[in-house]
């Protein structure tokens, strides 16, 4: 299984982005799946994450109210609809699949990490 990311890019303060991670070699509509980021000297962490029907979502504190995490099982696409941004968000985004539920803050319950794609928020 392979996890592509796409998405992002340089956007100021207070705009937004849309990341979109498509996985490739199976389908994956029962699996829950996740955003993670990792800033440069810091360790990754959680984002987001939507379980494979998409009726169960998580945040981390950070980002609630401003980002969304969605899916489109026919297309076998997550989203991570980003909203608000602030310089602080600026990262390496990963899509992340998990092989438990429930620890989502964990990135030790992820088996399979997409590519990072850097989102930059200029101030």
């Known amino acids: 299984v392979q996890l592509q990311a796409y998405g992002g890019g340089l956007v100021q303060a207070g705009g937004c982005l849309r990341l979109?991670?498509?996985?490739?070699?199976?389908?994956?509509?029962?699996?829950?799946m996740g955003w993670f980021r990792q800033a440069p000297g810091n360790e990754r962490e959680f984002v987001a994450a939507i379980t494979g029907t998409g009726r169960t979502t998580d945040y981390t504190d950070s980002v609630k109210g401003r980002f969304t995490i969605s899916r489109n099982n026919a297309k076998n696409i997550v989203y991570l609809q980003m909203n608000s941004l602030k310089p602080e968000d600026t990262a390496l985004y990963y899509c992340?699949?998990?092989?438990?539920?429930?620890?989502?803050?964990?990135?030790?319950?992820?088996?399979?990490w997409g590519e990072g794609t850097l989102v930059t928020v200029s101030s």
């Open positions: 992340a699949r998990y092989y438990t539920d429930g620890d989502y803050n964990n990135p030790r319950s992820v088996d399979y």
């Open positions: 979109s991670c498509a996985p490739s070699g199976r389908t994956f509509s029962s699996d829950t």
